[in-house]
């Protein structure tokens, strides 16, 4: 059966043998189109978020405010990023005029595959990236929101050639249909689930891939932390989206000593971010589907839920809630939980509470609230997660400059900044040795000193 997208495919990689996507002007142009692209329409955008699951306007703008900065970033510091770097050699191969250099180079024709919780954002940072490093990208954005989806369908074709910059929409038969085709790279943001089919895919074709996946992210509060402080953090990172944030903390591990102090400031912070009936806030979204909305609902547990608890299934409403004291055997803590509901469990000895976090699936975030430096220090050193943040939540996916990925079951690769270009491109090695120089390593080696030849490599 003739592949839907084939030719798609095939135009985007007869135009990337031309070398044509390498050189610096199309780079930028690129970029440029994008910008266009977004600030042209920030309004039609921002209502197609709103659309999709009621977004609030912070939210919103926050989908548009990040890539303009990512786009700013890489036209900024292209010459910069392009440029063959010079590295260091053994001086023995230096003295002799040898010469370490890498270039960079794009893969050629990408694959971006989003998510919804984040539908422009986490669509467009990765093709930026990839583009700045000189891919051309097929976008596939998620079919869970239609009208941002739609939008990406009438405008890419405004704004792009064809051969550059492509977009697919459609649902599980569209993405199957596009793994069958041999992609240089794939990038996918979404669950593990579907991570593993991406990762199945592409080793048919030995794709490389870059996958951002997700995980229960742990919170710890320990007896010396500013309450106040984690509190506000907690309750914005755990309920912003609806709680369908990648990196939202999961759950909390609060010590003995404070933990009932904390959940009354914890519930004090939600009540005063969404109100005492959240349902009326204009603050706080909606999940992405009725099925979701009842997903989430079954984690609720009447009997510890200290604040919300409310829902409604048909209007994809799930009210702020939190959980106290939660155990590790709940059914909130067996799984991501995607969506406003927060399990707080307790916890006397640290080094205890470590050794039971490592049991578990390495996250994609992890965060601390602490004022002693050895017990951040010990947490940071022995808890392995893909980036999190230290008295505060969430905002380190917003740095450029710290590079933004998973481990283990919560992904592989990252990217933001120079660590996106770098991903997106692959190191060339080389060795250049001057044209009138030679290194002897060749035989017959009977009549010469071998320790004298390899002397230069040491």
């Given at each position: ?46 209502e ?27 036209r900024?510091n ?11 050699i ?77 977009v ?9 249909a ?68 990648c990196?939202?903390?999961?759950f ?27 349902v ?10 009725e ?44 799984q ?111 009549d ?11």
């Amino acid at each position: 059966m003739n592949n839907p997208f084939r030719s798609i495919f095939d135009r985007q990689k007869e135009a990337f043998l031309t070398d044509r996507s390498k050189s610096r002007e199309w780079r930028l142009d690129q970029l440029a189109r994008m910008e266009r692209m977004l600030l042209d329409h920030q309004d039609r955008w921002c209502e197609s978020l709103y659309e999709d699951f009621r977004k609030p306007a912070f939210e919103q703008r926050f989908e548009i405010t990040v890539p303009m900065g990512n786009i700013a970033y890489y036209r900024d510091n292209l010459d910069r990023l392009m440029a063959p770097e010079e590295v260091e050699i053994p001086e023995g191969l230096a003295k002799l005029g040898q010469r370490g250099v890498i270039r960079r180079e794009p893969y050629g024709v990408t694959l971006v595959i989003g998510p919804f919780n984040a539908p422009i954002l986490l669509l467009l940072d990765p093709a930026i990236a990839a583009l700045a490093a000189g891919n051309p990208v097929i976008l596939k954005p998620a079919n869970t929101t239609p009208a941002t989806a739609a939008l990406f369908a009438e405008l890419i074709p405004q704004y792009f050639a064809s051969e550059d910059v492509s977009v697919v929409t459609g649902g599980r038969e569209q993405i199957s249909a596009l793994l069958e085709l041999p992609f240089d790279f794939i990038f996918f943001t979404g669950s593990a689930t579907v991570g593993k089919i991406v990762m199945r895919a592409a080793a048919e074709h030995l794709t490389p891939v870059l996958l951002e996946l997700g995980g229960q992210n742990p919170t710890i509060v320990d007896s010396t932390a500013d309450l106040d402080r984690a509190a506000d953090a907690i309750a914005w990172g755990h309920n912003a989206i609806s709680g369908q944030w990648c990196i939202a903390p999961g759950f909390v591990c609060v010590h003995d000593s404070v933990a009932e102090a904390f959940v009354e400031k914890l519930k004090a912070s939600v009540t005063r971010m969404y109100g005492e009936d959240p349902v009326k806030s204009p603050d706080f979204a909606r999940m992405i589907s009725e099925k979701d909305a009842a997903r989430v609902q079954s984690y609720i547990l009447p009997e510890k839920t200290v604040l919300g608890g409310r829902s409604n299934q048909a209007e994809r409403y799930v009210e702020p809630t939190l959980l106290y004291p939660s155990d590790w055997s709940d059914p909130a803590m067996q799984q991501e939980i995607f969506g406003p509901v927060l399990p707080i469990l307790r916890f006397d000895d640290l080094e205890a509470l470590i050794a039971r976090l490592k049991t578990r699936d390495k996250p994609l975030a992890a965060y601390i609230f602490s004022q002693d430096e050895a017990t951040i220090e010990r947490f940071l050193h022995a808890f392995s997660f893909g980036g999190g943040c230290v008295n505060l939540t969430n905002l380190h996916c917003w740095v450029g400059s710290l590079p933004f990925g998973g481990v283990g079951m919560s992904g592989m690769g990252k990217y933001y900044g120079k660590a996106g270009y770098e991903a997106l491109s692959n190191a060339k090695s080389l060795l250049i040795s001057p044209a009138d120089k030679t290194l002897d390593v060749y035989p017959p080696y009977a009549d010469k000193d071998i320790d004298a030849m390899l002397a230069p490599f040491s």
